[in-house]
C-alpha cells in the first residue's frame, strides 16, 4: 500500500450500547471492525472498515491447522474533554512485529496498525466509555489465512481488529484476588513462544487456568520448567514488593513482556523505587512470607491494569500476603496508572496518543 | 444427536479432478467437505455435507485468540476392485479425543466422526486416486468457534473435515531424506501440549523447518528440553534400526503418537523383530553412526507412510547413514504397510474399514 486509503462500509443495524454496569470484559463487540489483507504478491492491500460480521476462511487456513495466530490487548481511554486517547500503541505494535518474526509471519507496518484502529475507534467513537474505570478494550489480530496443507507458513494474511467496551477490574471495592501455583502444567519453555502473544500459548493454559477456577482462584501462576522460577501470571506479569525492592521476573524469552509491566518499571523508577528485573525463585516469595520480607504481590495487565493478590497457593502450601489487603505499592500504581489514562494526571512520560 | 442424519448440499459448480503427476500434498481439495456443530445448550447438532467453501467465523472465535484448534491426519484407499477403505480410522478419533482433553475442547462422538467421514467421500469418491501410492488425504479439525475475549474454554465447536489427494511421498526412485538436528528451538516440553495433535505445536515449529530448509534439510529432529534425548520428527515419528535392536523414543508427554507409528510397532512385534520403546539419547546415534551399530534410521508417518532418512546433521557434526540408501528394514515395513492399505496383502490387522 502506497498511502493508507481505508475503505468504509457501515452497518445498516447498529447495535444498542450497553449499559456500563452490564459491561464486564470482552463480552459486547462494537458494530464496527478493521480488516487489511496481505499476501506474497500483493503485499498489504484492502485496508477496510466493516460491520462486525464473521470472517470468511478457508477451511485449509493456516490459522486452523498450523495456528498462526498473534494477536495484541490494548485500551482507548475517553478524557473529561470528550476526545479519546490510545495507551502507548507502538508498544503493541513492536511487540506483534518480534511475535510475526518468531511465527513465521507478516506484521502490518506501523502505519497500517495504528492508523486502521484509529479510523475504527473513530467510526465507533460513541462505544467509548465515559465512566469512571471504563474504558475500550482493543484486540489487534493477525491470521495466516492460506489454504493447504503441508506444514509451511502461510503466503497469506489477514491483519483485523475488533473492540470491546470493557468496565473496571479493579473498582474501589475490588479484593485482592487469589492465585494458584501451577507445578504440574507449563505455559512455556526455552525454545518456545512464551515472549510471544500466540494464541498458541493459550491454548495449552486452558486446562491449568479452568482447574485452578474449581478450586476458586482467579488464575495460575506459572512457574518455569524446572518448577524452580516464578515467570508470570497467564493473563499478566507478577511483581513483588520486599522490604528493600521491588521484583518482577526478567525477560528471558519464556515470558511475555507486558505493557502495563515496562510502564510499572518506568514509573517505579521515575518514583526512585528501588525497582529489579532478576529470576526470582519460588523458594524466596515463601521464604519472604515467612519472614515478613514480602510485603505485596501484584499483576499487571492490560485487562487489569493493576491486580493485588492477596494469597498464593499450592497443592501443600499457601501464604496470605498483605493479610489480603491492598497495599501502598499496588494503590499508588494503580491511581497513577488509570490517571494518566484517563487524563487526570499529566501525561510525563507522553504513552497517550490522541485519536 | 439422536441419530446420525446428514444433510447433503451438492456443489453446483464441481471441480476438474486433477491428474495424478500433479498431486503433491494438501494442494488440492475435493469438491465438499463434512461438518458438525456443538454448542453446550444443544451438543452437537446439524451434521451437514456442503460445497467446500469458506467457513464464516466470528472475529472473535477462540480459535483464532486462543489457539482452540486439533487436527488429524488419515488416508483412504482405493483397491483393485474399485471400492474404497479407511486406514485405523479408530486411531485417530482416539487421538482427537485425548487432545480435546486436554485443551479443553469438545471431541465428536465416534460415530459422528466416522459416519460423517464415511459419508463425505461416498460423496467424493470420484476423487480418491486409483494410481500406485497415491491417496486420498484427510484432514479432520475440530475448532472452538464462539465469539468472546475473556481467556476460557469456548463453549461453541465445529468439526469439519476436508479431503485432499496426494501423491506417494516415497515412490520407487525416492531418496533418504536429510534432517537437521534442532537444537535451539523446542517443539514441546513436559506440562505442554507436545502429545496432541494440536495446531499450537505447530505455530512454534515452522521457524526451525523454515531455517532448516533454508540449509536443504527437509525437516527437523526435534530435541528434549536438555537437548539430551531425540523425540521426534515434527511431522513424523523416528525410528532407529541398531545391530540388535530397533528404537522409538517412548511416548513421555511431549512426543505426538503416530498412528504409523503405532502400526509399525504391531507389524514389526508381528515379525519377531526386536522393537523396544525407550529413550533415545543423541548420543547413542552419533556413536552408533561412529561404530557402525547404526543401521537405518526412518520416519514414520500418514503422509509419507515410512521415510528413510540418510543423514542426519547439527552445527558441527553430521552422520551419513546406511550409505544414504533404503535399507531392508524401512523398505520391508513400507511394502507391508503400502500392501495392507492398497489390498494387494491381507488385512491381518484388521486395521482397514470399508467406506
Avoid at 502507548?88 to 496498525?113: D, I, S, T
Avoid at 475507534?121 to 503441508?150: H, N
Wanted: glycine share 10%.
Amino acid at each position: 500500500m502506497n498511502s493508507l486509503e481505508i475503505s468504509v462500509r457501515r452497518t445498516l443495524s447498529p447495535k444498542a450500547l450497553p449499559s456500563s454496569e452490564t459491561l464486564g470484559f470482552g463480552k459486547y463487540f462494537t458494530d464496527h471492525m478493521f480488516l487489511a489483507s496481505y499476501s506474497t504478491k500483493k503485499g498489504w492491500y484492502d485496508a477496510r472498515i466493516t460491520p462486525y460480521e464473521p470472517l470468511p476462511l478457508d477451511p485449509g487456513a493456516a490459522v486452523l491447522h498450523y495456528g498462526q495466530a498473534l494477536f495484541e490487548g490494548m485500551k482507548a481511554f475517553r478524557h473529561e474533554d470528550g476526545k479519546c486517547v490510545l495507551f502507548r500503541p507502538e508498544f503493541n505494535w513492536q511487540r506483534m512485529c518480534e511475535g510475526a518474526e518468531r511465527l513465521c509471519m507478516v506484521a502490518p507496518p506501523k502505519e497500517l496498525f495504528i492508523e486502521g484502529i484509529k479510523a475504527l475507534i473513530k467510526v465507533d467513537e460513541a462505544w467509548v466509555p465515559k465512566e469512571k474505570g471504563c474504558s475500550l478494550y482493543i484486540r489487534p489480530t493477525l491470521i495466516g489465512t492460506e489454504g493447504f496443507l503441508g506444514v509451511r507458513p502461510s503466503d497469506e494474511y489477514i491483519f483485523f481488529t475488533i473492540l470491546s467496551p470493557v468496565s473496571s477490574y479493579f473498582g474501589g471495592g475490588a479484593k485482592p484476588v487469589k492465585i494458584w501455583v501451577e507445578q504440574d502444567y507449563t505455559r512455556a519453555c526455552p525454545g518456545g513462544l512464551g515472549s510471544t502473544k500466540a494464541a498458541a500459548n493459550y491454548a495449552g493454559s486452558l486446562k491449568a487456568a479452568t482447574e485452578a477456577k474449581k478450586k476458586n482462584y482467579a488464575q495460575v501462576l506459572w512457574l518455569d520448567i524446572q518448577r524452580e522460577y516464578v515467570e508470570e501470571v497467564g493473563t499478566m506479569n507478577v511483581f513483588f514488593v520486599f522490604d528493600n525492592e521491588i521484583v518482577t521476573p526478567s525477560l528471558e524469552g519464556t515470558i511475555l513482556g507486558g505493557g502495563i509491566r515496562n510502564s510499572v518499571i518506568e514509573l517505579l523508577k521515575s518514583m526512585n523505587k528501588p525497582v529489579v528485573e532478576r529470576k526470582v525463585k519460588l523458594q524466596e516469595i515463601r521464604d519472604g512470607a515467612a519472614s515478613g520480607r514480602l510485603k505485596e504481590v501484584f499483576g499487571t495487565g492490560t485487562a487489569a491494569v493493576i491486580s493485588p493478590v492477596g494469597e498464593l497457593a499450592a497443592k501443600d502450601w499457601n501464604i496470605v500476603i498483605n493479610n489480603n489487603e491492598v497495599g501502598p505499592v499496588s494503590k499508588k500504581l494503580y491511581d497513577e496508572l488509570t490517571g494518566i489514562q484517563s487524563g487526570q494526571l499529566p501525561d510525563s512520560k507522553n504513552w497517550l496518543l490522541k485519536i
